[in-house]
């Protein structure tokens, strides 16, 4: 059986080394940057959210934009906002964001063109977030809900493109109770989604 020479030795060690540095990277990346997705469900009802005064009553259609800027699950709806104020600022819908209380963060640069609101009557008993509210250009509540269902959202499994294309084109849309399975946080910071 032949003998291990130095150069084997020190070759088997740095790749040992090489390998541990990698095991370490990966759990740091994995810990710090890869979120494990649960399902969770989560009921959204809207029947307690109203217009500030200064945007309730007849205009154009409104979407508000409900987000955490500590919820991971903001990623994966942030490029899809992003396609739908490109597809429908030209058209005149007038997009705003509701913060959670009490937090601090802003919005990619991307979503510039949404317009802050410092609250909005009725929101302070949400469920969870990322969510979204739709009124028509009467000035009704036509949708509320999340997204999507699953970890992230794009047009093929969103909610809200049927919507925002069925109130453009003057359809009657009602859907302000909705419930989905997907990547929420709580919204009030005693309460889990349900």
Not at 159 to 184: E, Q, S, W
Request: hydrophobic share 45%; glycine share 8%; aromatic share 10%.
């Amino acid at each position: 059986m032949p003998v291990p020479t130095a150069k084997n030795l020190i070759a088997c060690l740095i790749t040992l080394v090489c390998a541990a540095g990698l095991w370490v990277a990966y759990d740091w990346f994995q810990g710090r940057y890869i979120r494990v997705f649960s399902d969770q469900t989560a009921l959204f009802a809207g029947d307690i959210l109203r217009l500030p005064a200064e945007l309730s009553g007849p205009g154009p259609i409104r979407v508000v934009h409900f987000w955490d800027p500590a919820c991971p699950c903001n990623v994966g709806n942030q490029q899809h906002l992003a396609d739908l104020l490109a597809q429908y600022v030209p058209q005149g819908v007038e997009f705003y964001a509701v913060q959670k209380p009490g937090t601090q963060g802003q919005l990619p640069a991307t979503l510039g063109a949404i317009k802050p609101l410092a609250s909005l009557p009725g929101s302070e008993h949400l469920s969870a977030s990322p969510a979204v509210a739709i009124w028509d250009r009467s000035g009704q509540l036509a949708y509320f809900g999340p997204y999507s269902e699953g970890a992230t959202c794009n047009a093929s499994n969103s909610f809200i493109d049927p919507v925002l294309r069925a109130l453009a084109t003057n359809r009657p849309v009602k859907a302000t109770h909705t419930m989905a399975v997907g990547c929420y946080c709580p919204w009030q910071a005693d309460a889990a989604p349900h």
